[in-house]
Every structure is written in C-alpha cells, then in structure tokens.
Antibody, heavy 119, light 107 residues
Framework: EVQLVQSGAEVKKPGESLQISCKGS????????IGWVRQMPGKGLEWMGI????????RYSPSFQGQVTISVDKSISTAYLQWSSLKASDSAMYYC????????????WGQGTTVTVSS | DIQMTQSPSSLSASVGDRVTITCRAS??????LNWYQQKPGKAPKLLIY???SLQSGVPSRFSGSGSGTDFTLTISSLQPEDFATYYC?????????FGQGTTLEIK
C-alpha cells in the first residue's frame, strides 16, 4: 500500500525552530514529487511548495519563499518541512502529498501534522 | 501565480439532488485541474484529475468537465457521505494553487 506517514503534533514557542517529516512507503519514492500544504484553523488549503525526490528540485510558492525550507533524504524516503524561527501565525495543520507529475492528480496524502506556536 | 476561483462558496442541498460546483482559473491551464473532497478532521481526497478523469475507487456519481479556464464538478445524486468541502487545484504551473473551497451542506 502506498502511503505517506507524517511526524506527530508539535507545540513550540515563538522564535523556536522546527522540522516536521513525511515518510513514504510502498512505491518508488524518487520518481515522485512531494508537496506541502498548509491549512489554518477553519480555513482552506494553501499550497506551500514542492520537491522532486529524484534531484531535489524545489519550487516554493512566493507566499512561503524564505519562510520555510523543504528538503528530502532519499536514503530514508523522507521529506521535510522546516522553520528556523516560528511565529504564532505558523499554527496550522500541515499536509504532505505525493504527485507523479504531468496529468496525474495528487493522490496520496499524509495524515497531517498539527503545529501549535504559542508563548 | 494562477488564481483559482470557486463558486459558490457554500451550497445547501438535499440527498438525491444534482449539484454543480464551478472553478475558474485566471489564465488557461489546459486540463491540468484536480478536484478534492475534504471532511472535517481528515486529509483531502482526490476525486478527479486532468479535469475529467475519475480517480480509482471514487463513485461514478462524481464527474468533472472543462478545459482552458472554466471547469465544473458535478455530483449527479447526492449521498449523505458527500456533504463535505470541495477544492479545485491547478497543476499546470507552480505554485499549484487551490480554489478557496466550496462547503456542501445538508438542506
């Protein structure tokens, strides 16, 4: 079964750093893209960026460029989303999603990671 | 960035109704349009890709159409489990933006 498993919920203080993870299994990880999506409480889906697992080609939404870092460790089939200095406004649910590119839809989603940033 | 605009933002309907949700792109995206369903507390689920291709396992009452800038998602006969929020997304060019969502509620 193809699946993405995300790391657990996080509670952090403003200014702290954080890295959340998304581990893939059941398919050829390096042939896919992994995207990250933010959903703030009660709000819609926001596209953050995407990384190609074969060569680490990374594309950020302008809204998130410079605010987060997307990376991958192919050896353990895991993608990451990282903040260097969290803000309260980063409190949200974060989903990873896989994409085969081209006409394919983004069909496999992680279960989500809740990030809470509060002093 | 390509802006995606859905209408309506919310919709009340009854079981058995036929409903249509529209999605408009700010520029042509060919048929690079996906539709997702999201229920409270759950990850989104892919329903339709490439504007009109039904994702495996999705009931045939869901259908999609359109190309260029205008797209529709149709549910032919609403079932109780279809009450959820629906999002369109373009996968034509990065950033792969979503519409603002359409919440389908029970009348």
């Amino acid at each position: 079964e193809v699946q993405l498993v995300q790391s657990g919920a996080e509670v952090k203080k403003p200014g702290e750093s954080l890295q959340i993870s998304c581990k893939g299994s059941g398919y050829s990880f390096t042939s896919y893209w992994i995207g990250w999506v933010r959903q703030m409480p009660g709000k819609g889906l926001e596209w953050m960026g995407i990384i190609y697992l074969g060569d680490s080609d990374t594309r950020y939404s302008p809204s998130f460029q410079g605010q987060v870092t997307i990376s991958v460790d192919k050896s353990i089939s895991t993608a990451y989303l990282q903040w260097s200095s969290l803000k309260a406004s980063d409190s949200a649910m974060y989903y990873c999603v896989s994409w085969g590119g081209g006409w394919n839809g983004m069909d496999v989603w992680g279960q989500g990671t809740t990030v809470t940033v509060s002093s | 960035d390509i802006q995606m605009t859905q209408s309506p933002s919310s919709l009340s309907a009854s079981v058995g109704d036929r409903v249509t949700i529209t999605c408009r792109a700010s520029q042509s995206i060919s048929r690079y349009l996906n539709w997702y369903q999201q229920k409270p507390g759950k990850a989104p689920k892919l329903l339709i890709y490439a504007a009109s291709s039904l994702q495996s396992g999705v009931p045939s009452r869901f259908s999609g159409s359109g190309s260029g800038t205008d797209f529709t998602l149709t549910i032919s006969s609403l079932q109780p489990e279809d009450f959820a929020t629906y999002y369109c997304q373009q996968s034509h060019s990065s950033p792969y933006t979503f519409g603002q969502g359409t919440t389908l509620e029970i009348k």
